[in-house]
Structure formats: structure tokens, C-alpha cells
């Protein structure tokens, strides 16, 4: 590893592995009798047998691409003063809304000392209301099938809800209340923090979990609004005076972005949503960009997790932004060497060496910048190994002694374009996928020309 690629690496070291579990000889998993010719009843696979056919020599190859029609988006504005931008995916065929109403904000934004003050924030939104404590909030939802639930990202936060058509009214009523009117309960926000409290005590046992803590540490650095960690002290700096000053200054109408997709018209949303901004006004404050993280020469962190049965192992680099030239060229480059179960960097540390279950890798954006990660949960004993070996398959394809091969590119091209329409299979993924437009800025025709650059 040389200090010229300038990748970091994190290990989560654990401090051995539990018991290795075995199934007993002659008998299936699960137990159980059953017919057969095998011990205990089972069947004995020496005597399954199988035609001999020639089709069974070669791996099927994929099948024709199917016409697929995109869902067409339509963008309007909403309210007087206070505009909003709407995005509107009609989809009749069933009788379901999904819409969110998407806000700039999020933990990035949270002050020192009270770091996870957006998450937590945003999660009492939807703990009820001021008409309605949490129980009977619940109890209204359910009654009519429906959802709403708050969450708070690195830049982003919103307020979303899902119903069936027949029950738009009564959901959306508590969807607003949500939105202007959040209970903030000293129980509820009690409630909530000792949760989170006990959450931070089972993270420091689960190398996974410890990794998911530093990532942002070791990539940024500790002064970044990114690279911020939740401790006990910083959530108990957190009160409910916070949470309302909080939802008052950054929950405004004034800039968010609503996303619908569903069994919905224009006209139905302006109707619904007129009266909401007749009384709801302003602006949050604007989000600023953050610095991008400091050139740091490559390093390996370690952190011990005793008692913990595994290792996580990753390896973190700077990487292009999402809206790079050759953001396509990059995407089939993660899928070769680590984005799906044939990658390298799977079929070396899962099939060929037996260290890990799963391990992959690829590229992370926000709207400003890009990381690059491959990491995997990997045997104990195996740490050093592990992280040799995929420091290696990064490292070979990076100085072009393995470039990808032909049959790696049609393979992962065919892939990707016969996975498109799975993007769009519900009502919820379809809004995520155009929602993920909006954010990087991104045309909406995206998708139109997606297949033809992917070829």
C-alpha cells in the first residue's frame, strides 16, 4: 500500500470467534424425519440422479430485455409566497399514494455537543401530535391501513406518509398535524433517549455496528459536520427545547421538495395541499456545502471490539460525484470488482478463500462528493488475510496488472440494464428514484437515456 493511492483503511478487530456449529451426519438442517433412503429418513443425495442432457453443460445467459415503459414525472409549483416544487408520478393501476415531503437539513447541521439532535428531532415528529398522544396516534393510523414516519439523513430530512386512494383524507390529516403541530412529549422524548442510550451500549459489542460509527471519523476527520460521532454525553445534551426550536427553524414550507407517486392528479394535490400553505409559512436557513475532507496519507485504524465472533474489514477512498462523465464507467467498474455476488472481491474472500459470507464494495455519494468502499464482516483469525487480500483486488485493478476482463463488462452491462425495471416496482422505489434526481440535480428524462449509456 503506497501513500500515492492515498486510501484509508478501518479494521474492526474482534477477539475470537464462538463455537462452530455443526449438523449432525446423515440428517438435513432443521431435523425432521420425512422419506428417503438416507440415515434418520432423509433422502441420500447419491442417489438423486439427474437426465443427462446437453442444455446442463453451459450457464443459462440472460434473456431478451422486455419493453419497459418509464413512468412519466410531472413538476409543478404550489403556494402563494412560500413555493414548493412538486413531482408527480400518476400510477392508477392500483390504489395506493406514496408522497414525502423533503426538506435541506439533517445532522450535519446538529450543533457541538448535541450531535443526533436532527435524527432525534425528526423521529418525535411522528411520536405523535397535539391533539393525539403516540397510542392514540397509532390507533388512527391503523384504523385506515395507513403510515407516517419522519427521518432525518446527513442532509436531507423528511415527512412521509403511504394510505390506500379511499383513505387520503384521513391520513393526510394526521400527515399535516405531523408536519405543524408534533406533540414533543417529555415522556415520548424520554422514551426515545433511553432507547437510543441502550442502542449506544449494544453498538460497542457488534463490530459492524462500531463500524458503521467511525466511518464517517476516519473519512472526514472528527471537525467535519460528516464525520460527527453520537455519544451518551452528546444525546443527554439533546432536550425537548430543542427539538421545538429545531422543527420551528428548519421544518418550513418555503424550498422543500414533495414527492408523489401513486393513484394522484395535480388537481387532487393543489386542493389538498392549498389550505396547508395558506397557514404554514417560511423558510429555513440555507444549507451550506461542507469542506471536502482533508488529503490524509494511507493509514490503518484499528478497533478493538472484545468478545465480538467477527472482524469487519474496509477499505475507503475519495471517489468521483455522482455527477462525474464517467459516472457509468465507474458504476460497471464497482460491479466487476465488488458490487454483486460474481465480483472479485466476493468470489475471493467468500468462494476461493472461505473468510467471509459476503464481501463487495462500490461507490457512496452525497450531493457534494463521492467515497469509494469495499468492505466485508470477515472470520476473526482471518483479519490480517482478509485485509491483505482486498487491499489486493483494489490495488490490481487500480494499476491496470487485472483490468476487467470482456465477460465481466457483458456480464454486469446486462445485469444493470435487466435490473432498470426493478427500480420502478412500487410505488415507494419509484418516488426514491426520482427523489435521488432531485438531490444530485439531475435531469428527470435521467432514466430515458439510462440503457443506451449504460450500452
Known amino acids: 500500500m503506497t501513500t500515492r493511492t492515498n486510501i484509508l483503511l478501518a479494521l474492526a478487530l474482534a477477539a475470537g470467534c464462538g463455537p462452530k456449529q455443526s449438523t449432525p451426519p446423515g440428517t438435513l438442517p432443521g431435523g425432521g424425519g420425512g422419506g428417503g433412503d438416507g440415515p434418520g429418513g432423509n433422502p441420500d443425495p447419491s442417489n438423486v440422479g ?12 440472460p434473456g431478451d430485455a422486455r ?33 414525502e415531503l423533503n426538506f435541506d437539513g439533517g445532522s450535519m447541521t446538529d450543533a457541538p455537543g448535541k450531535v443526533g439532535l436532527a435524527a432525534v428531532c425528526m423521529d418525535m415528529m411522528t411520536e405523535g401530535t397535539t391533539k393525539l398522544d403516540k397510542i392514540a396516534f397509532n390507533e388512527a393510523l391503523a384504523d385506515v391501513a395507513s403510515s407516517v414516519s419522519s427521518y432525518a439523513g446527513d442532509d436531507t430530512q ?43 451500549k449494544q453498538a460497542r459489542g457488534s463490530a459492524s455496528s462500531v463500524m458503521g ?23 443527554k445534551g439533546v432536550k425537548v427545547s430543542d427539538c ?30 392549498q389550505p396547508l400553505f395558506a397557514r404554514w409559512k417560511g423558510a429555513a436557513p440555507a444549507l451550506k456545502a461542507p469542506a471536502r475532507p482533508k488529503k490524509a496519507i494511507a493509514r490503518i485504524y484499528f478497533v478493538d471490539v472484545p468478545g465480538s465472533a467477527q472482524s469487519v474489514v474496509s477499505l475507503m477512498h475519495e471517489g468521483p460525484t455522482r455527477k462525474a462523465d464517467d459516472y457509468f464507467a ?32 462500490g461507490f457512496g455519494y452525497n450531493q457534494w462528493m463521492g467515497q469509494f468502499q469495499a468492505q466485508s464482516s470477515v472470520r476473526a ?24 476482463k470482456a465477460e465481466e463488462l457483458k456480464r454486469d452491462k446486462e445485469g444493470t440494464i435487466l435490473g432498470m425495471p426493478a427500480r420502478f416496482a412500487t410505488a415507494a422505489s419509484t418516488l426514491g428514484q426520482y427523489r435521488s434526481l432531485v438531490y444530485y440535480g439531475l435531469q428527470l428524462d435521467y432514466w430515458n437515456s439510462y440503457v443506451d449509456r449504460v450500452k
Do not use: C
Not at 460509527?213 to 444525546?235: C, M, Q
Not at 485485509?387 to 496488472?401: I, K, N, P, Y
Open 330 to 361: 465507474t458504476q460497471l467498474l464497482a460491479q466487476a470488482l465488488g458490487a454483486g455476488f460474481s465480483s472479485r472481491i466476493n468470489m475471493n474472500l467468500r468462494e476461493d478463500k472461505g473468510y467471509s459470507y459476503g464481501a463487495g464494495g
Open 50 to 61: 439427474l437426465p443427462d442432457e446437453a442444455f446442463r453443460g453451459s450457464q443459462p445467459g
Open 67 to 99: 419493453p419497459f415503459q418509464l413512468p412519466e414525472i410531472k413538476h409543478f409549483q404550489i403556494g402563494a409566497k412560500d413555493k414548493v416544487d412538486v413531482y408527480l408520478v400518476e400510477k392508477h393501476e392500483l390504489p395506493i399514494v406514496s408522497l
Open 381 to 404: 483469525d482471518a483479519s490480517h488475510q482478509s485485509l491483505l487480500e482486498l487491499a489486493r483486488e483494489v490495488r490490481t485493478f487500480h494499476d491496470g496488472s487485472a483490468p476487467a
Open 213 to 235: 460509527r467511525v466511518y464517517g471519523l476516519v473519512f472526514y476527520g472528527a471537525g467535519h459536520p460528516l464525520g460527527r460521532v453520537t455519544t451518551e454525553r452528546t444525546y
Open 244 to 273: 421545538k426550536a429545531y422543527h420551528k427553524k428548519w421544518i418550513r414550507p418555503k424550498g422543500a421538495r414533495l414527492f408523489v407517486v401513486g393513484d394522484m392528479t395535480e388537481d387532487k394535490i393543489r386542493a389538498s395541499f
Open 158 to 200: 423528511g415527512v412521509s406518509m403511504r394510505t390506500l386512494t379511499r383513505s387520503f383524507e384521513e391520513t393526510f390529516a394526521l400527515f399535516t398535524d405531523s408536519l405543524t403541530s408534533p406533540g414533543f412529549r417529555a415522556e415520548e422524548f424520554d422514551r426515545m433517549m433511553k432507547r437510543r442510550l441502550e442502542s449506544l
